[in-house]
Nanobody, 123 residues
């Protein structure tokens, strides 16, 4: 069982930055692929970024490539999402997920989900 707790969300102006954190319980954090998804009002949950457990390889949605950076610290059981050059369309609830499936961008890969943290980008 893995328990995920996100933090770091908030209100930021367009062009600004935020760093999200996701702290995971459990002793096998390093074996999980970790990901961030987001869901805006009236829209489906969408993939943002993922990082594998073994090699630490990152994957990004095209919409955030070059602006967001995912990283992990296996000694702290924590995954991060550094978000720069934020846009109005980045406004959403951001969810952390942990999983062992083969497809980093697919929600079904992930067995565990956090409660989410709100990110609001204002003009």
């Amino acid at each position: 069982q893995v328990h995920l707790v996100e933090s770091g969300g908030g209100l930021v102006q367009a062009g600004g930055s935020l760093r999200l954190s996701c702290a995971a319980s459990g002793r096998t954090f390093s074996r999980y692929t970790m990901a961030w998804f987001r869901q805006a009002p009236g829209k489906e949950r969408e993939f943002v970024a993922a990082i594998t457990g073994s090699s630490g390889s990152p994957y990004y949605a095209d919409s955030v490539k070059g602006r967001f950076t995912i990283s992990r610290d296996n000694t702290k059981n924590t995954v991060y999402l550094q978000m720069n050059s934020l846009k109005l369309e980045d406004t959403a609830v951001y969810y952390c997920a942990a999983g062992t499936g083969p497809l980093p961008a697919v929600p079904m890969t992930y067995e565990y989900w956090g409660q989410g943290t709100q990110v609001t980008v204002s003009s």
